[in-house]
């Protein structure tokens, strides 16, 4: 059974880069059989799927932080990461951390969350 | 792309059924059968509730069923339970190979 934990600093200044790891157990991150994603949900607010990559190294991500995020595998740790650049409160919100199995399309793992706040 | 719609809140009496909507477009919810909808209790990690549309996960009661028409995708609980008092999210995969998020309905059991 999959298991995802999130880890990653706490707090993070403004114009600065987020940047969190997933940690995968229970199962190999370079199989061929998951994509693995990250999603974010603001205080008080709904969720929002930033992206999603696949073991091969092929990136999907939310049009509206494209040009912010980055997505990238270490299969020598078995996690996942998530670069968010030039981040404002905005930017504040929980990060989950979820996979979905190839060739379905739905999130059925995922992480507990993490806590990020932006602040000076 | 933006956030599907759904009811802010729904609420009903124990043993009742609702249903909340999701509307979208023919570009996420209309031009796929992969529409799922996700529990949120507070302070908690969304759980799977329903996936392509009016699939039950196993260990989802059946008192959660799904189903769609059109652009609308609908999630229907029966019997309503004091368990049930939630946060409730569609998704929907998209034509440019995102996913979009509804925007939230919260339940509450009177």
């Known amino acids: 059974q999959l298991q995802l934990q999130e880890s990653g600093p706490g707090l993070v200044k403004p114009s600065e880069t987020l940047s969190l790891t997933c940690t995968v157990s229970?199962?190999?991150?370079?199989?061929?059989?998951?994509?693995w994603d990250w999603i974010r949900q603001p205080p008080g607010k709904g969720l929002e799927w930033i992206g999603s990559?696949?073991?091969?190294?092929?990136?999907y991500y939310n049009p509206s932080l494209k040009s912010r995020v980055s997505i990238s595998v270490d299969t020598s740790k078995n996690q996942f990461s998530l670069d968010l650049t030039s981040v404002t409160a905005a930017d504040t919100a929980m990060y989950y951390c979820?996979?979905?199995?190839?060739?379905?399309?739905?999130?059925?793992?995922w992480g507990e969350g993490t806590t990020v706040t932006v602040f000076s | 792309q933006s956030a599907l719609t759904q009811p802010a809140s729904v609420s009903g009496s124990p043993g009742q059924s609702i249903t909340i909507s999701c509307t979208g477009t023919?570009?996420?919810?209309?031009?796929?059968?992969?529409v799922s909808w996700y529990q949120q209790h507070p302070g908690k990690a969304p759980k799977l509730m329903i996936y392509?549309?009016?699939n039950r996960p196993s260990g989802v009661s059946n008192r959660f069923s799904g189903s769609k028409s059109g652009n609308t995708a609908s999630l229907t609980i029966s019997g309503l339970q004091a368990e049930d008092e939630a946060d409730y999210y569609c998704?929907?995969?998209?034509?440019?190979?995102?996913?979009?998020f509804g925007t939230g309905t919260k339940v509450t059991v009177l």
């Open positions: 979820a996979t979905h199995i190839y060739f379905f399309y739905y999130m059925d793992v």
């Open positions: 229970g199962g190999s991150i370079s199989s061929s059989n998951y994509y």
């Open positions: 990559i696949y073991y091969s190294g092929s990136t």
């Open positions: 023919s570009s996420d919810v209309g031009g796929y059968n992969y």
């Open positions: 392509e549309v009016s």
């Open positions: 998704s929907s995969y998209t034509s440019i190979s995102t996913y979009v």
